[in-house]
């Protein structure tokens, strides 16, 4: 009984289309939103511009059926995120895998020169 019950569980999600989750965490004063090709992504370093931190966007990509959204679309997305809540730049973490989900976070900021 233990087996159909797996199964049927496994079935059910091999159905489940790929959702994408974001999230805005915000540490200082809400910003107006700009372009999304205005939003820099910033990877393994800082940006040499002075700048303030405006709180963390976060992208969960809970992957369902195939296809799961690929690096570059999970990048766009975030672009997204980061612009409906003004940062100029976002400082993108390393990805984390887990089974059936993808997360990717970004430190977003705002240039003050």
Not at 35 to 62: C, K, N, Q, S
């Amino acid at each position: 009984m233990r087996m159909v019950i797996v199964l049927a569980s496994a079935g059910l999600l091999a159905c489940t289309p790929v959702q994408l989750v974001t999230s805005f965490t915000p540490t200082h004063a809400v910003q107006p939103p700009i372009a999304v090709d205005r939003v820099e992504l910033v990877f393994g370093g800082h940006v040499t511009r002075p700048y303030r931190e405006l709180g963390v966007a976060a992208l969960d990509a809970i992957a369902g059926r195939p296809p799961a959204p690929t690096y570059p679309e999970l990048l766009a997305k975030l672009r997204e995120v980061g612009a409906h809540n003004g940062c100029d730049a976002l400082l993108v973490n390393p990805l984390a895998f887990a089974a059936r989900m993808t997360e990717l976070t970004a430190t977003c900021v705002a240039y003050t020169d």
